[in-house]
């Protein structure tokens, strides 16, 4: 039994609708974000993102809205898997669940839907 709390996964399309305050999902995204960080600082949780889909934000990122994140490095490994994935084409998508299986991640905030047809609890609903 692991001591660590469950990790949910900071996907791409939720990063970006969340520090992007024009897009679409970004209230939806900061609700959920402020759940999640009440769930972190009861060390209910820890977030963690693909350290590739956090490239744009990080320089500073120790300091702003992201900074409770942990970092998934993706290495050669990692890239190899998501690369040969039949069942998901999308190298993005493929990365992120290539790190959830080898990070034990089981749940996911996210606003694609491609994630719904894996086996990883989404949200927001």
């Known amino acids: ?64 809205v992201l900074a409770p994140v942990d970092v998934l490095h993706v290495g050669r490994q990692h890239r190899r898997v998501a690369r040969r994935m039949v069942a998901e084409p999308d190298f993005d998508v493929a990365l992120s669940l290539t790190m959830c299986e080898r990070e034990k991640v089981q749940r996911i905030a996210t606003f694609d839907d491609r994630f719904r047809s894996y086996a990883v609890a989404c949200m927001p609903d």
């Open 1 to 64: 039994m692991s001591l660590d709390p469950p990790k949910v996964l900071l996907e791409q399309s939720f990063l970006l609708a969340l520090t992007d305050p024009m897009h679409e999902h970004h209230q939806t995204a900061v609700a959920s974000y402020l759940e999640l960080l009440d769930q972190y600082e009861r060390e209910a949780v820890l977030l963690v993102a693909v350290s590739d889909h956090l490239r744009p934000w990080q320089p500073g990122r120790r300091h702003g």
